[in-house]
């Protein structure tokens, strides 16, 4: 199954369920909420069409997700971020997966986020409780040109010994998935819904969101 999430004026001319399915099942949940909620009813972080994906804007700290891009075993999940405008403050930016009780009390999910300053980080959710795993400069990282603007590509891989995170084709950092090493993102921890994660207030854009279920892992000790 290779799923792709399509604007949402192009998904209210296709006059099929499953594409109805995807454009009504988006949700967002800010961090401290007690619940998801349709897109307008969280009038400080906002979620709407844009050209070919979607903009998110707004704030504080949140997920944009919908239920129905969950995915199990092998699988890659893939997106394009412009950052229309730098915020005030340094704001991550990116994917999770491996998502859990996302509408319920304690929820789970492992993030990986860049920041217009060059970084990215990779972080662990449950509950209310952030779990660090990396954080760190890396040249992969296009940072905002002269307009203000910046466009990276993120990519989770999520392969039978590892899970490989890359921005714009590169390699940025692993983690193991082989039972017994403790790690977050072990087993089945990495498996669940997966979508949007920004850490605080942002305008960016997001095209070519997919979650792909067909992925064959490249061959790289995994």
Known sequence: MHRRVLPV???????????????????????????????????????????????????????????AYTARGVYSVRATFTLLKP??????????????????????????????????????????????????????IRRPDASGKSTNTLEVQVAPTAVSYLINGAVVHATPTRAGTGSYTEGEKAYGIAGVRVDGPV???????????????PVRGQ
Do not use: C
């Not at 920041?115 to 954080?135: M, N, P, S, T, Y």
């Open 87 to 140: 915020s005030a403050t340094v704001t991550d930016y990116g994917l999770f997966f491996g998502g859990a009780d996302l509408e319920g009390a304690a929820p789970t999910y492992v993030y990986f986020t860049i920041a217009h300053d060059g970084a990215f980080q990779l972080r662990h959710r449950a509950g209310a409780e952030v779990h660090e795993i990396d954080k760190s400069l890396h040249f992969a």
């Open 9 to 67: 004026a192009l998904l209210a001319v296709l006059a099929m369920p499953a594409a109805v399915q995807v454009q009504s099942g988006w949700k967002v949940r800010t961090d401290g909420g007690h619940g998801a909620s349709a897109p307008d009813a969280v009038p400080g972080l906002t979620f709407a069409a844009a050209d070919k994906g979607f903009r998110v804007a707004g704030g504080p700290g949140g997920i944009v997700f919908d239920p």
């Open 203 to 217: 305008d960016v854009q997001v095209e070519g969101f997919e979650v792909n279920t067909k992925f064959v892992p």
